[in-house]
C-alpha cells in the first residue's frame, strides 16, 4: 500500500504514516484529565473580578440608603419647621439614621411671620461601608440636600441655626 498505511475505509478516514501505527509513544489519557487545573486557574483570574463587582454593588446600595436618608431629614425638617415644632433640631436629626455626622441648617426670612420663606439644608458626609473606599473615587464626599417651606405659623422657636447631629 506504499509508505502510509490506511486505517478504516470510506470516506473521512484518515491516513496515518506507518511509522506512527503500532506505536505506544502518544499517552492516552482519560477525557478531562488534561484540563485538570484550568478551572482552578479560571477561577483564580475571575474571583477577584466578581468580588469587586459584589462589593461595588453593595457600596452603592449603602451610599444610596444615605443618600435617601439626607433627603428624608431634609423633608422631615421642613416639615417641622413649616409648623413650627418646638423640638425642630432634635427632631430633624432624630429623623435621619445616617453614619457620619451631619449638619442640619435652618435659616427663616427676617419676618419670621406666617407666610414667609424658610429654607433648610442638610449636608451629609459619605463614608465607605468596607473601608477600601473607591466609592470615594466615583462619587463626591459630601451629599447636600435643601428644601424650602413656607412657615405656617410665626417661627417663634428658632432663628436661622446650624447644629451638628
Given at each position: 500500500m506504499g509508505p502510509?498505511?490506511?486505517?478504516?475505509?470510506g470516506y473521512g478516514k484518515s491516513i496515518i504514516p506507518r511509522a506512527m501505527?503500532?506505536?505506544?509513544?502518544m499517552?492516552?489519557?482519560p477525557s478531562g484529565q488534561k484540563?485538570?487545573?484550568a478551572n482552578l486557574v479560571e477561577f483564580a483570574i475571575l474571583m477577584p473580578l466578581l468580588l469587586l463587582l459584589l462589593l461595588g454593588m453593595v457600596e452603592f446600595g449603602y451610599v444610596f440608603a444615605e443618600f435617601n436618608e439626607t433627603r428624608h431629614g431634609v423633608h422631615e425638617g421642613a416639615r417641622l419647621a413649616a409648623v413650627d415644632d418646638g423640638n425642630l433640631l432634635t427632631n430633624t436629626c432624630n429623623s435621619m439614621d445616617?453614619?457620619?455626622?451631619?449638619?442640619?441648617e435652618f435659616f427663616d426670612s427676617a419676618n419670621e411671620a406666617a407666610g414667609e420663606i424658610g429654607t433648610v439644608t442638610v449636608t451629609a458626609t459619605i463614608s465607605s461601608?468596607?473601608?477600601?473606599?473607591?466609592?470615594?473615587v466615583f462619587l463626591p464626599p459630601t451629599i447636600t440636600e435643601s428644601a424650602?417651606?413656607?412657615?405656617?405659623?410665626?417661627?417663634?422657636?428658632w432663628d436661622s441655626a446650624l447644629v451638628t447631629c
Open positions: 502510509s498505511q490506511r486505517v478504516g475505509s501505527v503500532g506505536t505506544t509513544d499517552k492516552t489519557r484540563d485538570r487545573g445616617l453614619a457620619n455626622a451631619v449638619d442640619v461601608l468596607s473601608g477600601v473606599s473607591f466609592v470615594e424650602d417651606f413656607k412657615l405656617e405659623q410665626p417661627s417663634t422657636n
